[in-house]
Structures are given as structure tokens and as C-alpha cells.
């Protein structure tokens, strides 16, 4: 490995180790859990919907509700202020927190389907492993943390 791309990796790893960023993303995760939960309880309990179709729309009411707030807690030092970029940001988050939206859809409808498992126990067992995909692709992609 060369120098440059030995420093980027190390470089990309410091900024994603950072505990008090992973305890901030972390806290933000919970707060959108929960909003992904009660959401798609209501959805799937309440209005009737089809479990994976509710987990669609449960999801992006979460992703807005975390985005917000890493954006004025976890990341609010990264980035232009300008609305221009946070609607790049925004745009940029979805994107990226699609890939984690497929691992926890995946592991959701597996649980599921295969397994009988509660939808909403099937829920939380794939928000955790989307996770570390978010937490990942957010730092070095959305906010770009390893460019201190």
C-alpha cells in the first residue's frame, strides 16, 4: 500500500473512531429508531399497510428526523451553512442511508418472512445492523468528517 493510500485509510479511520461522534450519531440513531418504530406500528397496526410498504414510509420520516439532528448536533461543523448545500447534504444523506436502508429491509424481510419473527422485533434487529453501514457512509461521505 503507498504512503498516500495508507494515510487516506488511516486517515478515514481516526475520524470514524471518534467516540463522541459515535456516541452523538448513536443517540441520534435511537431518537430515529423510535420515530421509525412508533411510525411503522402505526402504519402496519393502525392504517392497515403492508408491513414491508409501512417500513418504507417509517423509514424516510426517520431519515428527516435524523438528518436534522445531525446536522445541528452531530456533524453541525462540517459543510456550508448555505441552503444550497444542505439540500445537497439531504439529498446526499438519502442516498447514502439508502445502502443502509437495504441491509435493514433485507434483514427485516428475512426476519419476517422466513423466520415468523414480530415485524417490530424484526424491525429493531435491522435498524442495528444498518447501523454501522449509516454510520460509515455518513462520516466519510454526507459530512465528510475525515476532512479536518
Request: hydrophobic letters at 55%; glycine letters at 8%.
Amino acid at each position: 500500500m503507498s504512503d498516500s493510500l495508507g494515510e487516506a485509510v488511516r486517515t478515514r479511520l481516526r475520524a470514524l473512531l471518534s467516540t463522541a461522534r459515535f456516541s452523538q450519531f448513536a443517540g441520534v440513531g435511537i431518537v430515529g429508531a423510535t420515530v421509525d418504530i412508533i411510525g411503522l406500528a402505526l402504519l402496519v397496526d393502525v392504517f392497515e399497510l403492508w408491513y414491508l410498504g409501512a417500513k418504507t414510509i417509517s423509514w424516510e420520516l426517520s431519515i428527516v428526523v435524523i438528518f436534522a439532528i445531525n446536522e445541528h448536533w452531530t456533524f453541525a461543523t462540517y459543510g456550508d451553512m448555505t441552503p444550497r448545500a444542505l439540500v445537497r447534504r439531504f439529498l446526499r444523506s438519502n442516498a447514502v442511508r439508502f445502502a443502509g436502508f437495504l441491509v435493514t429491509l433485507t434483514v427485516y424481510g428475512v426476519l419476517v418472512d422466513r423466520f415468523g419473527v414480530w415485524y417490530l422485533a424484526a424491525n429493531v434487529v435491522g435498524i442495528v445492523v444498518g447501523f454501522f453501514v449509516n454510520y460509515t457512509c455518513e462520516s466519510l461521505y454526507t459530512w465528510k468528517v475525515h476532512h479536518d
